[in-house]
């Protein structure tokens, strides 16, 4: 007897009314943050400094760029922020998983006032002052390490990783626990090894936040040799520092070049993280 063959049919997608207006509010925010940033590349490339948008460079040069390769003082802190942005991300890593394993170990006493005591930092400080005095305390004022260490603990960081901890299925952590692991044992064999989206999306979080970290660098470092790159460049184009009579741009054009390249690591780092980072958004979403 013949088999009758069932055509299958694909379903049909409807379009209603809330993704069309989805879509269109999401291409305007697009818009909104692509419209600045290509402005800022084309006068980056703009001999002359104008202040109108245009899509294209209408005086075509790499000087901006060639004056900022070529400023020999930009070489030390640029050698900071990448000491530093490496570092911190590493000890932010290190600091965050571990805090959030802690976190899940429900057996452990004083789990709660741990919890609490670090969910009470979020919404209370000590002050500027007070934590300039631990600061010199420590002697991290006129440090370049005060990058590592300060940024080196974020709570929001570690209740995050806490979230993606207890995401992972509790029948996991009972094997480990049967075959004989000990608690660091399945840190180690378990949960890092699954942990590839959450430590990219997160550690890139910690590596954005040094590399572009202005403020600390204003309020705790005075010795030049200690600042790092985006404080130096900034510094130097706001005051004209530049040996810009070695080649023929405008300031404005200097200014544009400058903000590409504090920017332009990142731009080359974020798409191979991405795919890590949009499935990092979700940490903690989805529970067993």
């Not at 995401?167 to 590839?196: Q, R």
Request: hydrophobic share 50%; glycine share 6%; charged share 10%.
């Amino acid at each position: 007897m013949a088999k009758e063959k069932v055509a299958y049919k694909k379903p049909k997608t409807k379009i209603t009314a809330f993704a069309v207006i989805n879509y269109i509010v999401f291409i305007l925010i697009g818009l909104l943050i692509l419209v600045p940033i290509w402005k800022v590349l084309v006068d980056s490339f703009n001999r002359v400094g104008v202040y109108q948008f245009r899509l294209w460079p209408h005086d075509f040069t790499v000087d901006g760029y060639l004056t900022i390769i070529n400023t020999a003082l930009l070489y030390k802190p640029f050698i900071n922020s990448v000491v530093t942005t490496l570092l911190g991300t590493l000890l932010g890593l290190v600091l965050s998983t571990l805090g959030g394993y802690v976190l899940i170990q429900f057996e452990m006493p004083g789990r709660n006032f741990l919890a609490y005591f670090l969910l009470f930092t979020m919404i209370f400080s000590g002050g500027m002052i007070p934590e300039y005095l631990v600061m010199r305390q420590l002697g991290l004022v006129n440090n370049m390490w005060i990058l590592v260490f300060k940024h080196g603990m974020n709570v929001y960081n570690l209740v995050l990783m806490r979230n993606f901890f207890e995401g992972v299925p509790s029948s996991l952590y009972e094997a480990a626990k049967i075959d004989g692991c000990s608690p660091m044992g399945i840190f180690f064999k378990i949960v890092l090894p699954l942990s590839k989206a959450a430590l990219a999306s997160i550690g890139l979080m910690f590596a954005v936040t040094v590399w572009n970290d202005y403020s600390t660098v204003q309020i705790y470092i005075t010795d030049p040799n200690q600042v790092n790159f985006q404080y130096k460049l900034r510094s130097m184009i706001m005051a004209g520092d530049t040996p810009t009579t070695s080649y023929n741009v405008s300031q404005t054009t200097l200014y544009n070049a400058g903000i590409i390249a504090a920017i332009l690591p990142f731009m080359v780092l974020y798409p191979f993280l991405q795919k890590y980072f949009v499935t990092g958004v979700n940490i903690g979403a989805v529970k067993e």
